[in-house]
């Protein structure tokens, strides 16, 4: 069939076809935007400016301590009160942040939106008489524990979690519960390099003497917990854990 012999009728079609089948840049401005979120773990990395003496608690716990805000009170954006972010709402739930000596960082409701400021602690209730105390125990041992994970050492008091995020996963693990609680036990097992004299043929089938390298075992560290708390840590030689053996102060809860 020639152009001339194609009927006139295709050509409404093929426009349409030409218009609305969209191009790979129409298709990128069609798509909706997606939501940005930001994951727990990335808010560490944020810009905000710490204030010297303040506990932060996002860096220490995996769970949001809830408050509640009874009374109006001005936020600001340092302790120093450099900058006014609003009057915080009264009669909500809110979020603690961070604490310092005289006041809390909350995140919470204000008439222009949601912000998170420094207000005094008199306008925050929910929490417990002994929260700051125990607080400040819990903010020891998290920064104990922490020198400890970065060295890759481990030390008596720590958690399972706490073991395995300072010397990864273990080779072997057991749990055993009875009437008198929970006991748990990890082992890792260290290996060297060993080398081996064979004889193998070349490729004309000829006897040669080879050296190839093996695996084997050459130390074991079994960690004891009881409750989620290293109480015994057996080690063989081969095995190095750091700088002896210490002890961390038990996990405290406190909200």
Not at 157 to 176: C, L, N, W
Not at 177 to 190: C, F, P, Q, V
Not at 214 to 235: A, L, P
């Amino acid at each position: 069939m020639n152009r001339s012999s194609l009927p006139w009728t295709c050509f409404p079609a093929l426009v349409l076809l030409f218009f609305f089948i969209p191009c790979e840049e129409a298709l990128s401005q069609l798509r909706r935007p997606g939501i940005v979120t930001i994951k727990r773990e990335d808010r560490s990395q944020s810009n905000l400016v710490k204030e010297d003496g303040a506990i932060y608690l996002e860096e220490m716990l995996s769970k949001e301590v809830p408050v509640r805000i009874s009374l109006a009170a001005p936020t600001y954006s340092t302790l120093n009160a450099d900058r006014f972010l609003g009057n915080m709402l009264p009669n909500q739930n809110a979020v603690l942040l961070a604490v310092s000596d005289k006041a809390y960082r909350v995140r919470g409701k204000a008439k222009q939106g949601q912000i998170a400021g420094w207000i005094t602690k008199g306008a925050v209730e929910g929490l417990a008489p002994e929260f700051e105390s125990n607080l400040r125990k819990c903010y020891e041992r998290f920064m104990i524990v922490k020198d400890l994970i970065e060295k890759n050492q481990v030390a008596l008091g720590m958690t399972v979690d706490e073991v395995m995020a300072s010397i990864g996963p273990p080779d072997k693990r057991g749990s055993k519960i009875t009437k008198d609680g929970r006991t748990d036990s990890l082992e890792y097992i260290s290996y060297k390099r060993v080398p081996q004299t064979v004889t193998v043929n070349d490729p004309y089938g000829r006897p040669v003497q080879t050296t190839q390298y093996v695996e084997v075992e050459s130390g074991r560290v079994i960690i004891d917990f009881v409750d989620n708390t290293v109480t015994s840590i057996e080690e063989t030689e081969g095995v190095d854990l750091g700088n002896g053996v210490g002890s961390v102060p038990p996990p405290v809860f406190f909200y």
